[in-house]
């Protein structure tokens, strides 16, 4: 063999043996993702390291404007009777809406609203009224009560509403050996749940929101007191705190809710001014809630002038400002307050 031909075959080989040494490196060795820069990424290598994602928020609640984990298909409307010797009242701090109404004597009773879950007591329970009912019906709610007045029974059948009334279903309410009868009649959500269940009331579609939320502008001067006179023999009071909303009281005393011991505070106050006649010997009322009127609006430290309209009893109350557009109120609970043409608003700016 030639010395060249020799030279080219050893070159061959040395080139073989350096290829099957490179492959079995690549074989052994696993790939290596680039190295990130200092700084960058650092929070994937350690998940011990990363801050906690937020809970996913649940749907906002048609009556409050703020999330909540469950929305009924219908509320909940429990009637809560207000004569001094019940307050504490329970439960009022937990409800969406209250409607606050006068009755026979005019003094007044509540209607509390939850269309989200509540947990603790609610209560005195008492009895119902027609316009109560009209009410209910108006937000397809759930009506519990203990007994009704004249010609409620009536209504309550010709609006096919639905309703858990004590005196045939104790089973769905308790009775608080603290408290003297009529005053101790108390539900919670969870009693009447397997009574709506039981009457087919469950069934049907989540309610469409009832007012328009958001911040409103803070006001020049802030509407510190507001004073409402429902009759000499009822007066309320609204303070505004450093909360921003407004701390209720009730005859001169501070309105408590026994179930956290806390003053009740108000986000939103509407003021309907209804007309009402008293229209038997006992003082029982007839509340006109057809047709339109006047109204107030407090929320955010200000007040504004507001008018209602409602065309049948088929349909909701629509709460405008006086361009004609549906008012804004600030996320948090709402009290609409059932005044008398007779009736007496003021307040006081600071």
């Known amino acids: 063999m ?77 009637i809560i009777e207000n004569l001094p010797p019940t307050r504490p009242q329970s439960g009022l701090s937990g409800a969406g809406i209250v409607y606050e109404f006068p009755v026979e004597g005019w003094i007044t009773r509540f209607l509390a609203l939850y269309i989200s879950p509540y947990e603790d007591d609610i209560g005195p329970v008492r009895s119902a009224r027609p316009y109560i009912a009209y009410l209910t019906k108006e937000y397809d709610g759930i009506l519990a009560h203990c007994g009704y007045s004249i010609h409620t029974e009536a209504v309550l059948k010709d609006i096919n509403a639905k309703h858990i009334d004590e005196r045939y279903n104790s089973l769905y309410y308790k009775r608080l050996k603290s408290r003297n009868m009529p005053h101790n009649l108390y539900t919670t959500l969870s009693r009447l749940a ?44 609204y303070h505004w705190n450093s909360r921003e909303t407004y701390t209720r009281y009730n005859d001169g005393s501070l309105f408590i809710d026994a179930n956290s ?74 009290w609409i307050h059932l005044v008398p043409q007779n009736g007496r608003v003021e307040w006081s700016l600071t």
Request: charged share 25%; aromatic share 10%; proline share 9%.
């Open 2 to 78: 030639k010395k060249g031909t020799r030279n080219i075959c050893f070159l061959l080989f040395l080139f073989l043996i350096l290829t099957i040494l490179l492959a079995g490196c690549k074989a052994n060795t696993s790939p290596k993702d680039p190295a990130p820069e200092e700084g960058i990424g650092e929070e994937k290598d350690n998940p011990a390291d990363q801050e906690p994602q937020p809970e996913t928020p649940g749907e906002l609640s048609p009556y409050t404007g703020f999330p909540v984990a469950e929305i009924f298909n219908r509320p909940y409307a429990i």
């Open 194 to 237: 397997p009574g709506a269940e039981k009457f087919n009331y469950l069934k049907g579609s989540q309610p469409t929101p009832v007012f328009s939320f958001g911040e409103r502008k803070p006001p020049e001067q802030v509407v510190s007191t507001i004073s409402i006179a429902f009759s000499p023999q009822n007066h309320v009071e």
């Open 261 to 334: 011991g806390e003053a009740v505070e108000v986000k939103n106050i509407i003021i309907q001014f209804i007309k009402a006649r008293a229209f038997t010997s006992e003082g029982h009322l007839e509340i006109t809630l057809l047709g339109e009127g006047k109204g107030l609006l407090f929320s955010g430290g200000q007040v504004e002038e507001i008018k209602w309209q409602k065309n049948s009893y088929g349909e909701k109350t629509r709460f405008l400002d006086t361009n004609g557009r549906n008012i804004l109120l600030q996320p948090g609970n709402t």
